[in-house]
């Protein structure tokens, strides 16, 4: 099939995917997640072919991919997220009020593009898809290329776990290519794009959603510098054990993380610098494709060379499409000279050293940051940090206190996101909240009860929680937590 | 001072905005408020001259914009618009979950592009200024040009009263100028941009906003149609009324509102087609300025010339600066041959009868039409509807039932947005839900309590509606209905 036959299936299939009662929605979430993990076997062994990821690694995240669509069940059981909003009429109102029941609705056929990084949670079946099907819309998937099989047959299974619980032709489909994919977010029967990538490539498919005739919104997830602030007494205090996390965190499936800690901002001469090299593993491991590592090794030599950031440990060797792990150094006056250079998100087991002598500079330094996904601070105990998080704040959409950013709970209030290039709105694309990027308000203005939606009824029946006349009305529970887990990102 | 000397103040004021306590931010909003109402006199008759709107509509005007300040008072005091989550920490789940808190915080410095059509309620004290102020930002207003000197008597009735209320210094300032617009839409402090204007003059600031080296997100609205479909059952029952309604709302204002009815879509032969000439006002009235006059002329001409519509009541000859009204029509066929032209909007007094043989070709026709803030549909007692409302949900934010577009009540739940061009995102403008757009989620991971905004501290000692642990938890309510007003747009 063509894009343009792809999508008229799922423009076809918009009224039916919107009105298929909560109920049944959450049958095709959950028979989506008992078909691919009946698969997991397979799909691992194809996924873990194509990307060089771990079978320990690929299980967990499989895990978290089934867990995910079940969780956003949960999300739209509960109803909440309709956010249902009722004025009566007030005919003694100078003007008179009319009576007006809001509520959010499916935006429409969503075109959700897969990552690299995530052959299963953040691709085919991923969390953009679990959450848009769970809004009501069509989904239509653009496969990366660096998973082809395991698209395919994740796709398979999808359709066929869909097809059984009975949801409408075109509810959800697949397009692969990179022209498919530039046609897929201009044409006029997607009304949502996701997209999780690069600052390059999501460039090019935001230009195609602004550019069209009825620009759209595109929910980018671009890339992410997550710094990690350590203040002199955090480094005095635990400074060894610092080391170890930030190598474990760094390296995490060879660095391919958007949650990666790429700036780390300590005290000149502290410990952590001083234990770096002693922790960090010497072995080489295979990237998910060779574009990869090669842009890894260049965006070292890039800052080395250019940026004059030095070797603290490892290796700028040529290691054909395997990657091992590299720490680079710098003060904060290099940095603030090559910014242009050594803020360039390095994707792979890289991370950079600034130090400071004060830690009045930092907040500065973090003013010149552009937007992340975290930001981490790690003080002394009961130090005042009130002015770095301060800062923290401004930069990142999720700020962590003695932590480590990889590992991104799929929970009620998480949030994955931030100032841009973080991501281009202000939506997480994580989470419970991630399903508000697939809904547009509607008000329905003095509408007889017949044709009002049953969220909008008066006696409520599907006892959605809502705000009437002003004062929220919340009705009996019917979802709640242990769903949640966790994503490595 | 320059743009760049205002951005710099609003920037300083962001911290101290946002972290100013809620009640003291209502203070604000509600000293505002009075001290616009303590001078309605002046402005009204500074508003008269500029914009040649009448008095009672300006008072009316005046009284919705003081309105809507205490109105988004009510909407934090309430607390539910921060969106608190909660999930506790959970040392047995596999991995262990950190303990997360999530809100909505303030964006940073907006700016404000204020509209020719409502010097009060969407300008220097207007709707986007008193959310954006409500969710504890700073605001730069870019004034328009057609009341210059209502927007700089506005602006300093507010800078004094927030002085008497204690707001930081860059709170709140104004600017005047087209490069000035553009150079405070592409200043770094400012972190979202409201538009309420043309498509072509937001379609320029827009682009400012998205080539920015850091996007931010434009919340404009720009045009809107309004399509109303007659059946033909409404027209036997109750033609000549509706005819008259008809009347006075797309003649209200010198049809200068966002939501005048710009095509009606009736049977061949209706009742309201045969009354409608015998109820249109003769009288020219002058419109808000020459050029908004001229455009109209041009864009009646352009409907008659090249788009092949009729004219069935009115006149199109110069009026000079007045606009009187006209009454245009067609048929389906000639409108989906000329749509280009037809459905382009026509801001003044005018809307264009389309008439239909078959109600069958009516969702058809509303396929065509662009995003539209309303579609209102006018039925018999009963009749079966449901298709018509489909299709109406597809293109508007707002649909309305035996009703006319104009006159939002500004309320919790209403919705003034829609798919492009109405609006350029899922957020709306007027009510309490347009607060969502000068906002943005952070969430802190396993953060001490001593450096948790109050909203997230575990006893909740502001009694802020939240979400724990997956379920609602909904205080006792401080605000309440009672406060809402309609706003003629």
Redesign the interface.
């Known amino acids: 099939m063509t894009v343009r036959e792809v999508t008229m299936r799922a423009h076809a299939a918009e009224?039916a995917v919107r009105v298929t009662p909560t109920a049944e929605r959450i049958a095709w979430l959950n028979g989506a997640a008992d078909a691919l993990a009946d698969n997991v076997d397979l799909l691992v062994e194809i996924a873990g072919d194509e990307t060089h990821l771990d079978e320990p690694r690929l299980r967990g995240e499989m895990a978290r991919t089934t867990a995910q669509l079940r969780f956003f069940g949960?999300v739209i059981a509960?109803g909440?997220y309709l956010?249902v909003?009722?004025?009566h009429a007030?005919a003694t109102?100078a003007?008179p009020?009319?009576d007006?029941?809001?509520m959010l609705?499916p935006?429409?056929p969503v075109a959700v593009f897969a990552a690299s990084n995530f052959p299963f949670a953040f691709s085919v079946a991923g969390g953009d898809t679990a959450s848009a099907l769970a809004a009501g819309c069509p989904v239509v998937v653009k496969a990366h290329p660096g998973h082809p099989d395991t698209s395919k047959e994740t796709a398979r299974l999808v359709r066929a776990s869909l097809e059984d619980a009975g949801a409408p032709d075109g509810a959800f489909d697949i397009v692969e290519g990179l022209q498919e994919g530039i046609d897929l977010a201009g044409d006029r029967a997607i009304?949502a794009v996701a997209f999780t990538g690069s600052l390059r490539g999501g460039k090019v498919i935001h230009e195609v959603c602004?550019g069209r005739d009825?620009?759209?919104?595109f929910y980018g997830e671009l890339g992410s510098l997550n710094p990690v602030v350590v203040t002199p007494r955090a480094d005095l205090e635990r400074g060894a054990s610092l080391a170890a996390g930030l190598v474990a965190s760094f390296t995490l499936g060879v660095g391919q993380f958007c949650t990666k800690p790429g700036v780390i901002i300590v005290p000149t001469d502290s410990t952590i610098e001083g234990t770096l090299p002693s922790l960090l593993p010497q072995d080489a491991r295979p990237m998910l494709h060779p574009g990869i590592a090669e842009s890894y090794r260049a965006g070292m030599r890039r800052a080395v060379g250019t940026g004059g950031a030095e070797v603290i440990s490892g290796s700028l060797d040529h290691h054909e499409d395997a990657a091992s792990p590299v720490v680079l150094g710098t003060d904060i006056e290099n940095l603030m000279l090559h910014r242009d250079v050594l803020l360039d998100e390095v994707f792979g087991p890289m991370t950079l050293l600034v130090r400071y002598r004060d830690i009045d500079q930092v907040g500065a330094l973090l003013d010149v940051l552009?937007?992340s996904l975290t930001a981490t601070i790690h003080a002394g105990q009961?130090e005042d940090?009130?002015d770095l998080?301060?800062s923290a704040?401004?930069i990142?959409?999720?700020?962590?206190?003695?932590?480590w950013p990889t590992?991104v709970?799929v929970?009620?209030?998480?949030?994955h996101?931030g100032?841009?290039?973080a991501t281009?709105?202000?939506?997480?694309s994580v989470g419970?909240?991630a399903i508000r990027r697939f809904?547009?308000?509607?008000?329905?203005?003095?509408?007889?009860a017949?044709?009002l939606p049953p969220e909008l009824l008066e006696d409520n029946p599907l006892v959605v929680?809502r705000?009437v006349?002003?004062?929220?009305e919340?009705g009996p529970?019917r979802?709640?937590?242990?769903t949640?887990?966790?994503i490595d990102r």
Chains 1, 2 share one sequence.
């Open positions: 009224a949960d509960d909440h956010e909003i009722i004025d007030d109102a003007p009020r009319p007006l029941r809001r609705r935006i429409g009304k602004s009825d620009p759209i919104p552009t937007g009961d940090i009130d998080v301060e704040g401004r990142a959409g999720r700020v962590l206190f003695d932590g590992g709970a929970t009620w209030a998480q949030h996101g100032p841009w290039p281009t709105s202000t939506h997480t419970a909240t809904l547009r308000p509607i008000v329905f203005q003095d509408a007889p017949r044709i929680p705000r006349n002003g004062n929220l919340v529970m979802a709640g937590a242990g949640d887990r966790d």
